[in-house]
C-alpha cells in the first residue's frame, strides 16, 4: 500500500533534545538567531497555512489556519480544522526558562499564539516565541526562507503539490477518500490545474526552522503509563520506579525525567514525563528538531533507497520529493482567498 510520508517531519515540532541527555542541534547565539529585532516588513501582518489530506481527514479534504498580526502578538484563527487535531496546536511547551502554557481564550482575531521578536526586513527571516501568560520568552523558534511571486502561476505549482502528482500517476491511490470528500478533493485538484493566480499574489516557502533552546512538547497532562510492569498515577512513582536508570532535571520549576536507555544513539525520539500541577504529564523528545529542506529530501531519497520498493511507493515518494521542492508554506491573502474560493467551489459542486 502506498505510503504517505509528509508526516515523517512532524516529530520535529513535536519532539526535544534535554540537557543531561543525548546531543541535538540547536540555534544557541544569544537572540536565537534573529538579524536585528522588531517587525521590520509587514510580510507576516497576515498569512494563511494550507494542510492537506483526503482518508486522514474525517470533515473535509483541507484545514486552513489563517494568521494575523496585532502590534508583537500574532493571532491563528483555526477557521477550518479537523476536531481531532486541534489539541495539536494547543499543546504546552517546557523548554528551560519554564513552561509555555498556552491561552485558551479564543479572541476576535484568535487565539494568542505566537509573540513575535523579529522579521527581518526582507521578509525572510521570521522569529517567534510561543505565547503564554506567564510572559516567558527565552525560546524561540526561527524560521528562514523566502517569498515567492505567483502572479499568473498555475494555483497547483505551488499548492497540493503532492495530491496533484498522486491524483494524475495514481487515481485510485488508498490515500483518496472513496466517498463525497474524496470527488471534491479531485474536484479541487481537477480546477487548480487550470486556474492562476491574480496579481499580487505571493507565498513564503521555508527552507530552515531552527529553536533557540531544549524544549518538550507536552501531549497528555494526566498520564497513566504502564511502566515496568505496574500503572504509574504520580511523577514520584515514575522516578521510584525507574530508580537510577534515568536522567532528570528540573526547567522553571517544573522537574521531569525520562528512561536512560533513550540516550542510546538508536534512539533519535523519547517519551518524557513531568511532574505538572501536581499530575504527571506525558510529552516527546527529539534529539534533533531543527528542520531544513535537505533534511526532508534525505528522508525520502533514503525511502526510495530502501530494498523493494513498489511502483506505487515510488510514484508517492517521488511526490514526496517534488512537494518538499515546490510546495508554499504560507500564502498572502490574495493568494489564500483564491484557493479558497476553489475549495468552496469544489465543495459545492
Known amino acids: 500500500m502506498m505510503k504517505k510520508t509528509l508526516g515523517l517531519s512532524f516529530l520535529s515540532f513535536i519532539l526535544v533534545a534535554c540537557g543531561g541527555g543525548g546531543g541535538g542541534s540547536y540555534d544557541t547565539s544569544p537572540d536565537g538567531g ?48 479537523e476536531p481531532s487535531n486541534v489539541e495539536l496546536y494547543k499543546r504546552p511547551i517546557l523548554s528551560k526558562d519554564g513552561l509555555y502554557e498556552p491561552d485558551q481564550t479564543n479572541y476576535p482575531l484568535g487565539y494568542r499564539t505566537y509573540k513575535i521578536n523579529s522579521v527581518s526586513k526582507d521578509g525572510n527571516t521570521f522569529n517567534k516565541t510561543p505565547y503564554t501568560l506567564k510572559g516567558l520568552n527565552q525560546f524561540k523558534i526561527q524560521e528562514t526562507g523566502e517569498w515567492i511571486a505567483l502572479d499568473n502561476v498555475v494555483i497547483s505549482e505551488r499548492t497540493a503539490v503532492y495530491w496533484n502528482i498522486l491524483a ?21 485538484l481537477a480546477s487548480s490545474n487550470v486556474t492562476k493566480f491574480p496579481t499580487g499574489s505571493k507565498c513564503f516557502k521555508s527552507s530552515k526552522t531552527t529553536y533557540s533552546l531544549p524544549y518538550f512538547v507536552i501531549t497528555n497532562l494526566d498520564a497513566k503509563p504502564y511502566i515496568n510492569g505496574q500503572f504509574i498515577s504520580t511523577f514520584d512513582q515514575f522516578l521510584k520506579v525507574l530508580g537510577s536508570n534515568k536522567v532528570s532535571g528540573n526547567w522553571g520549576g517544573t522537574p521531569w525525567a525520562y528512561q536512560k536507555m533513550y540516550d542510546g544513539s538508536e534512539y533519535y525520539a523519547a517519551i518524557i514525563y513531568a511532574n505538572i500541577n501536581n499530575k504527571l504529564s506525558e510529552g516527546f523528545w527529539d534529539k534533533s528538531p531543527n528542520i531544513t529542506l535537505e533534511s526532508r529530501l534525505k528522508e525520502y531519497t533514503n525511502l526510495l533507497n530502501q530494498p523493494y520498493v513498489s511502483l506505487e511507493d515510488k510514484i508517492s515518494f517521488n511526490a514526496g520529493i517534488e512537494e518538499v521542492n515546490k510546495e508554499c508554506t504560507y500564502y498572502n491573502d490574495i493568494a489564500a482567498n483564491t484557493i479558497e474560493t476553489l475549495i468552496i467551489q469544489s465543495s459545492e459542486n
Not at 43 to 68: H, L, P, R
Open 34 to 81: 534573529t538579524a536585528g529585532s522588531g517587525v521590520n516588513n509587514s510580510s507576516f501582518d497576515s498569512f494563511t497555512q494550507f494542510n492537506w489530506g483526503s482518508v486522514q481527514f474525517k470533515t473535509g479534504f483541507v484545514e486552513i489556519i489563517k494568521n494575523a498580526r496585532n502590534s508583537d502578538i500574532l493571532y491563528t484563527n483555526y477557521k477550518k480544522l
Open 168 to 188: 494524475k500517476e495514481y487515481p485510485n491511490s488508498v490515500w483518496f477518500n472513496s466517498g463525497e470528500l474524496g470527488k471534491q478533493f479531485k474536484n479541487f
